[in-house]
């Protein structure tokens, strides 16, 4: 099955520092990619959406300016979580729909965010 | 909008039979995706319904009624690894194929 590659798996910040993830789609084009948040013991919740060569779509209650995602090609999306405080540690997963068969969705393996 | 519900945990033993049920409300309804999350690790992909019916695929097995809006997913010959969270997902292509997550099942296989 398609590939969808998320970098770091975990990382330790201090309060106030941005930390960048990155999810890239390894073997096929990511038209659209999703960015899911999840806490301890609850199911992914949906931050945004990202589509190449545009602006981002935004969850309500999701803060555009704090969670900056950039789709700059067909395999790469980014999500900064700038200045980055406790309340915002949590488990951060992309995913991405392939060109051909988009309704189906490739998870990438997560990114474990402490913030100190 | 979308409500997704499903049970929060059940438990069975090894060798039995478990279903989880899911019910769901949505438009543009476009599929129905059943995922396993171990703790700490990202969902892996299950199955996918998208007509009604049953779909086996080896011990797991998820059928879809959408008169109903109600799917199911069986696990049978149950092992200790299957102790996990199972998600049920429901695709609206009106809203550009975004998932939206039911709010997951834990599963507990006692042996």
């Known amino acids: 099955g398609a590939v969808v590659s998320q970098h770091p798996s975990w990382v330790i910040c201090k309060s106030g520092t941005s930390v960048k993830i990155e999810c890239r789609s390894l073997d096929f084009q990511a038209t659209t990619m999703f960015w899911y948040r999840q806490f301890p013991k609850q199911s992914l919740m949906l931050m945004a959406t990202s589509n190449e060569g545009s602006k981002a779509t935004y969850e309500q209650g999701v803060e555009k300016d704090k969670f900056l995602i950039n789709h700059a090609s067909l395999t790469l999306s980014t999500l900064t979580v700038t200045s980055a405080h406790p309340e915002d540690s949590s488990f951060y997963i992309c995913?991405?729909?392939?060109?051909?068969?988009?309704?189906?969705?490739?998870f990438g393996s997560g990114t474990q965010l402490s913030v100190l | 909008g979308q409500n997704i519900d499903q049970p929060t945990e059940m438990t069975a033993t090894e060798g039995a039979i478990v279903q989880i049920n899911c019910t769901y409300q949505?438009?543009?309804?476009?599929?129905l995706f059943w995922y396993q999350q171990h703790a700490g690790e990202a969902p892996t992909f299950l199955s996918y319904?998208?007509?009604?019916g049953l779909e086996e695929k080896g011990r797991f097995s998820s059928f879809l009624s959408r008169s109903k809006g109600y799917s199911y997913l069986l696990l049978k010959e149950l092992q200790m690894k299957d102790s996990a969270s199972y998600l049920c997902a429901v695709n609206n292509k009106a809203a550009g194929n975004k998932l939206t997550f039911g709010g997951g099942t834990r599963v507990l296989v006692k042996p």
């Open positions: 949505t438009s543009g309804f476009n599929g």
């Open positions: 319904n998208v007509l009604d």
């Open positions: 995913s991405a729909s392939d060109r051909v068969a988009n309704e189906k969705l490739f």
